[in-house]
C-alpha cells in the first residue's frame, strides 16, 4: 500500500510539474512574442522617422542651395554693376542720339511699347533678357556688345538678340559674357581689352584663340569659359 501511494504521489508531481513546464513556456512564448511585436513596431517607427528626417533634410539642402545660387546670382550683379553702369551710360547715350536724329527727321512719337513688352525709341529699344537689360537697333553700336548685365546691339541686320547662329541665336552668345562679367566684375574689361588686343595681334582677329573669354560664348554649345 505504501509503495502504491508514493507511486501515486509521484504520478501526482509529475503531472503537476509538468503543467507548470508547459504554463511557463507558454507565457514565456507569449512574452517574447511581445517583445518581438513591439521590437518590430519600433523599428518601423524609427524606419519611418528617419524616412521623414532624410526628406525634410533634403527639402532643406534645396531650399538652401536655392537660397545661395540665388545670393550668388546677387552678388555677381552686384560685382558686375560697375560694368553695368558703364553699358546703361553707352546705351542711352545711343538711343538719346537716334531719337535726336529722328525728332530732327520729322518722328512725332519718340517712345511707345514695342515687341515682347520692350520700350522702343526712335533710337532703339531696351528690354530684359538673356541676363541683362538690352538695348536693340542702337546707333553707335556696329555689332553687338556686352557690358555688365547689359548688352548693346547694332541697328545692322543680323545683329538683334534674335539674330540666327548655328548654336541658337546672338543674344544666348552675349549672355555668356553677363555671366563673365559676374565673375571678374571690375577686371572684366580690361582683361576682355587685354586679351582681345593680343588675339588681334598674334591670331589676326579679336576672337581669335587667344581671347579666351570669347572661346566659350563662340563654342557649338555657348558658355562662359572655355
Known sequence: MAGLAQTEVGMFLGEISSRIASATSTLLRQAFSGVGEYAQRAKTFVSSLGARIQAKLAAGGAVLASVGRG???????LWNAPNTAVGIAYGLAGMTVGAAASVVAGATRVLT??????FEWYGGSISLGNNALQFVDNPL????ITLGNTI???????FDPWSPRFFGN???EEMQHTFQGQVLG???LPSHMALGTASTLWNG????AINVLETGPHAPSPRPWP
Open 113 to 118: 511699347l514695342g515687341r515682347f513688352g520692350a
Open 170 to 172: 546672338l543674344g544666348i
Open 71 to 77: 545670393g550668388l546670382q546677387a552678388l555677381g550683379y
Open 141 to 144: 553700336q556696329l555689332s553687338a
Open 152 to 158: 548693346i546691339y547694332s541697328r545692322r541686320a543680323g
Open 205 to 208: 582677329e579679336w576672337h581669335g
Open 186 to 188: 571690375p577686371l572684366y
